[in-house]
């Protein structure tokens, strides 16, 4: 039963995808925003429902019923665009592709995120044409609450001047809507150990629950109503209908959903004379939450909320009455007592959730937060039961009244931002490591089962540590790398990225890492540094490189270095960059060595040799100098026995002419009869590749980075044209996804590409 039901998920959502045919194409679309809307007047993303769609005349019949949309002011035309609001009926004109995002290992999956959605494809709007301001039926309940958090959205932003920092975190609090949170900050809460506070965690949902079903005992016992039924049915019932009320204005995120479920199976229980047990509740809530979402365990937040829950049930089981305290005698036993003893299973509980998330923290997002039960100890109770319910109390009165609830919450989290700052630059705040592979988290789980089980600690502490410990080797790297592919001495391997339109290369040697270029910037805020490469380099354990290589100053290559110069090491920097450049002020600032590309320049890491072929050597790079940015491409081979590897940036024909020449001379000998494999110079651009470089090289395999439907048409059809009249197998980033390269010393070099036959039934 649950092999068919998942598989009539997966049916229905494969029926939803745009058509190849209609990809670029501008359509005219009819419908409704269907979701809470992202962004402001300067740009927003939104969930579309379509009802009907043109091309030209043509009525489409079959077409995704619901897509992802982007709308960004005109750059010829930038004027800010009208209010998106859930439930608001619009004529659009877009282009729309599949869904499609870049694939790399350890980074975000936007084409899984899609298919959990359901958006059958995402676009961007030329222009749009409001029909109807609200187009909601009665039975919408759904659209009808998307309205609701719109409005209440707006209401809390109205009460907080336009200056409020923490805006973004008391919506996040109220209403689950987390992305007004700046980057920053979410830094700092996730080096602190605090990030499951700045949503609506299953605290804070218990925390509702408790309040609705004490608010509805409190009224049902006041006359002769608990004749009818008993005050404690009600207030269970009470207490379910407040966390689905909340849970929905949340959003259903997973955690409130685990909440309210096991909210309700209380509430069935007690209304059915059942005495359930705790775990009892946690299988109840699972099942739950799979048959209505059953890609639910990709998500970070199943494993952190489930995980955590459990671990509490599990490690707590024996505990007898409130508190430790056998029930019936809580009021014999002094209140100091108490208060240790309250205070014990306080840190008994923060220690056990810490230890048991470690695995699925490492897991997913590399990184361990040391002061987090430091951390944890003040923000649980300063956000649970100060922050919050002040934010939800001036959220739901009038304006007026509001306001003066929602100031001090505000100011409660900037003290408290003011404090996780300062943990969070202390040098030892936050432990990283790399993915810890499969029989690692087995060993860890194992043994943290055996330190949180059950049972009195000062007897068994020398046992329990001796059960932490098996979490250790997360940490060592000699053990981390048991399972990771090995690099030899007189071996490369080379990493390339499926970075969009722009360059990432990662090359290894046995000791040695070079970066060539770091990808694009997309915004003012977004680069491929922080979105792919940032989280490549961390998921790999990487926090160290000997060298950067920038081809050259364009920002599809250097758009990503200033943002891992704040977070990776670097020993020294080569590039092609005029000298007023941003990114050498950012250097000099950090004492990073720079280094002028020019050819000739050679060196030997492990075995493995590194030279560059262009640009010449007498090159000046000067702010005011005459060449195109192209042109002044820093091109590198890294070769050894049997293999050589080219990195061209942009290079283009006046450049290939150059290094034809070089080629012509005695230099070429020393390639011999090595497998090349060639990077297509300018992502495969017609003024690259040309023909007299291809045949003077012989490249046994080519590959290119460019962006999945690039406005600049890369790569030309008369270049992949080209390779294929050669006989050159030549690979795009778009279609392969994320590429390993290993260059053996005694054998032809081995490929990987990431995106798989499973991935590829998307765009079919």
């Not at 092999?3 to 409704?32: M, V």
């Not at 009802?51 to 982007?70: C, E």
């Not at 229980?269 to 775990?279: D, Q």
Request: proline share 5%; glycine share 8%.
């Amino acid at each position: 039963m649950g092999f068919a039901w998942n598989a009539r998920y997966a049916e229905n959502r494969l029926e939803n995808i745009l058509a190849t045919e209609l990809e670029g194409k501008e359509l005219n679309l009819d419908g409704r925003v269907a979701a809470l809307p992202q962004g402001n007047s300067s740009g927003a993303k939104f969930a579309f429902e379509v009802d009907r769609a043109t091309l030209g005349k043509d009525v489409l019949d079959l077409f995704p019923r619901r897509i992802y949309l982007s709308w960004q002011p005109a750059w010829r035309n930038p004027q800010a665009i009208p209010d998106i609001i859930p439930g608001q009926r619009w004529k659009f004109k877009s282009k729309l592709k599949r869904p499609y995002g870049s694939l790399n290992p350890f980074t975000f999956d936007f084409e899984r995120w899609s298919f959990h959605q359901d958006f059958g494809a995402s676009g961007s709007v030329r222009a749009g044409e409001l029909l109807l301001d609200k187009d909601i039926a009665r039975t919408e309940i759904e659209l009808r609450m998307e309205l609701m958090r719109w409005h209440l959205r707006k209401k809390i932003r109205s009460m907080l001047p336009d200056d409020a920092r923490y805006v973004g975190v008391l919506i996040a609090l109220v209403m689950g809507d987390q992305n007004a949170i700046n980057q920053d900050d979410w830094q700092v809460f996730n080096a602190t150990g605090i990030g499951h506070l700045i949503s609506i965690s299953g605290l804070h949902v218990t925390m509702l629950a408790g309040v609705g079903a004490s608010f509805a005992a409190f009224v049902w016992r006041r006359r002769t109503w608990p004749l009818i039924a008993p005050v404690s049915k009600v207030a269970a019932i009470s207490g379910f209908i407040t966390a689905f009320v909340y849970a929905w204005l949340a959003g259903f995120q997973i955690p409130a959903q685990r909440t309210m479920y096991m909210v309700g199976v209380v509430a069935f229980a007690l209304w059915t004379g059942r005495n359930p047990r705790s775990f009892d509740i946690w299988w109840w809530a699972l099942a739950f939450v799979l048959l209505i979402d059953p890609m639910a365990p990709y998500t970070p937040g199943f494993w952190l909320s489930f995980g955590a829950v459990a671990a509490i049930l599990y490690a707590m089981g024996d505990s007898s009455g409130l508190l430790g305290i056998p029930t019936g005698k809580g009021l014999q036993v002094h209140w100091t007592l108490r208060v240790a003893q309250a205070l014990r299973e306080a840190c008994r509980v923060q220690a056990v959730v810490t230890l048991a998330l470690l695995p699925f923290t490492l897991y997913w997002f590399y990184q361990v937060s040391v002061v987090s039960p430091l951390a944890n100890a003040f923000a649980i109770p300063l956000v649970s039961y100060i922050v919050t319910p002040l934010a939800i109390i001036g959220a739901l009165l009038p304006e007026f009244i509001g306001r003066w609830l929602m100031w001090p919450a505000h100011a409660a989290m900037e003290y408290l931002a003011i404090a996780l700052e300062w943990m969070a630059n202390w040098s030892w705040s936050v432990v990283w490591s790399r993915q810890p592979e499969w029989w690692l988290l087995l060993a860890a789980g194992v043994g943290i089962v055996y330190a949180i089980r059950p049972g009195d600690i000062a007897d068994t502490w020398k046992r329990r540590l001796l059960g932490i410990a098996f979490s250790v080797p997360l940490f060592i790297s000699p053990f981390q790398q048991l399972s990771a592919s090995r690099i030899s001495q007189g071996e490369f391997r080379a990493s390339v990225l499926d970075i969009g339109q722009g360059t990432a290369v990662l090359i290894e040697t046995k000791n040695r890492r070079l970066l060539y270029d770091t990808g694009p910037i997309q915004g003012k805020k977004d680069d491929a540094g922080q979105r792919i490469i940032l989280p490549y380099l961390r998921g790999r354990g990487i926090d160290h490189i000997d060298r950067m290589v920038i081809s050259h100053s364009d920002s599809d290559h250097v758009g990503g270095a200033a943002t891992l110069l704040k977070h990776i090491h670097f020993d020294s920097m080569m590039g092609s960059l005029p000298s007023n450049n941003p990114l050498l002020k950012n250097l000099q600032q950090r004492r990073i060595p720079n280094i002028p590309c020019r050819y000739g320049q050679r060196w030997m890491w492990d075995g493995v040799e590194f030279f560059i072929w262009h640009p010449d050597e007498t090159t000046v790079f000067s702010n005011q100098h005459p060449g195109k940015p192209n042109e002044m491409s820093c091109v590198l081979e890294v070769r050894n026995t049997q293999s050589s590897l080219w990195l061209t940036g942009d290079v283009e024909k006046q450049g290939e002419a150059k290094i034809t020449e070089r080629l012509d001379a005695d230099m070429f000998k020393v390639i011999g009869a090595r497998e090349l494999i060639f990077m297509a110079p300018h992502h495969g651009s017609k003024t690259s590749s040309s023909l007299a470089l291809l045949k003077r090289l012989d490249p046994d395999q080519a590959f290119a980075q460019n962006g999945y439907r690039n406005r600049y048409g890369h790569p030309h059809p008369d270049v992949t044209a080209r390779y294929r009249g050669l006989d050159i197998p030549f690979y795009q980033t778009p279609e392969t996804g994320f590429q390993t390269w290993l260059f053996k010393n005694n054998a032809k070099s081995s490929t990987h590409f990431w995106r798989h036959d499973i991935k590829r039934l998307w765009h079919r």
